[in-house]
């Protein structure tokens, strides 16, 4: 039974296909259940800037790893993977068609391959992460003396990786770039899987992007933020998602209010263009207009 999989930017319309495959496949009688492949429409709480589907959406089609964590809880790759294969066995031992949508290039691949994480250690980690925390310039200056390939691979501001790197080259004494982990290998798991990718150009990409930031703040970012801080103390993955990262700048006093939208819309399009690299070094993703992919997987 094949395994079908939408994914793409941010923006890109994803969502709005799948949703429209999943329908034509069921009106023609091949049962279809969507599994959210993202790390942030997983928590409950976390609708406006996650852009999830809707209730009423969710009513009419079966979605899978939608609302099934709490904010406080932390969830890693190999963590969504577990999560994610027990779901597509479960939606292929009902007979029908798993439709996988996602824009992360890494929970994408930690599924749908045999990727190897490299070990953890949460003592290890929060003791980098002490050591570093008001220093990420200087974290990714120490990973590059240490593992430049590593450290040319990471952004020097996006101190979370920078530190995982450096978790694995203290856990295992051996460069986290030369991690023998399977990326360099595109192959599935699933032999039956069909991937389909959607790129809109960027001057529609980056419109989008903006009119969807604006869009979050409008429907009560701020105010969903307030209401998720209150719940007590969130996952160092809920609180990096974004735009919530960005609502509780403001709520802390360190960003205007004014500026929310085009602060949660720059960061958008900067994730939005390492998503793009992602998927274009992958050999089975070739951009496709939406109306062709929709064509293409409803006869699928």
Same mark, same amino acid.
């Given at each position: ?41 997983? =928590? ?16 009419? $089609? ?6 099934? $964590?709490?904010? !406080?809880? &932390? ?10 294969? &027990?779901?597509?066995? #479960? %939606?292929?031992?009902? @007979?029908?068609?798993?439709?996988? *949508?996602?824009?992360?290039?890494? =929970? ?31 974290? !990714?200056? !120490? ?24 978790? *694995? +080259? ?7 770039? @030369? ?10 798991? =699933?032999?039956?899987?069909? %991937? #389909? ?11 989008? +992007? ?8 409008? &429907? ?19 609180? &990096?998602?974004? #735009? =919530? ?7 802390? @006093? ?36 939406? #109306?062709? $992919? ?7």
């Amino acid at each position: 039974m094949t395994v079908l999989a939408v994914v793409g930017p941010t923006a890109s319309g994803k969502s709005a296909a799948a949703v429209e495959i999943a329908r034509a496949r069921v009106a023609a009688g091949r049962p279809t259940e969507v599994v959210a492949v993202d790390a942030f429409t997983v =928590y409950r709480g976390m609708d406006i800037a996650t852009a999830k589907p809707t209730t009423a959406v969710r009513a009419e $089609l079966p979605h899978h790893l939608v609302d099934v $964590l709490a904010p !406080h809880e &932390q969830l890693t790759a190999a963590g969504f993977r577990r999560l994610a294969r &027990q779901t597509i066995d #479960g %939606v292929r031992a009902r @007979g029908a068609t798993p439709l996988l *949508v996602g824009g992360s290039g890494l =929970y994408f691949r930690a599924v749908v391959d045999p990727l190897a994480f490299p070990p953890t250690d949460p003592a290890v980690r929060a003791a980098i992460e002490r050591r570093w925390a008001d220093d990420p310039t200087g974290a !990714h200056a !120490h990973l590059a003396a240490r593992d430049p390939d590593a450290a040319a691979r990471i952004e020097p501001g996006n101190l979370r990786r920078t530190v995982r790197a450096l978790e *694995v +080259i203290e856990l295992t004494g051996t460069s986290f770039s @030369g991690f023998d982990d399977g990326f360099e290998r595109y192959e599935s798991i =699933y032999l039956d899987l069909e %991937v #389909g990718y959607l790129e809109p150009d960027p001057a529609t990409l980056r419109d989008r +992007i903006d009119r969807r930031a604006a869009a979050m703040v409008e &429907q009560g970012l701020l105010d969903e933020a307030r209401r998720l801080r209150g719940t007590g103390a969130l996952s160092r993955t809920a609180a &990096q998602a974004i #735009g =919530y990262a960005e609502a509780f700048m403001v709520l802390d @006093g360190r960003l205007a209010e004014e500026q929310l939208a085009p602060a949660i819309a720059r960061r958008t399009w900067r994730y939005a263009k390492r998503q793009r690299s992602w998927f274009r070094a992958d050999p089975r993703c070739t951009a496709e207009e939406a #109306g062709e $992919l929709i064509a293409r997987f409803t006869a699928a």
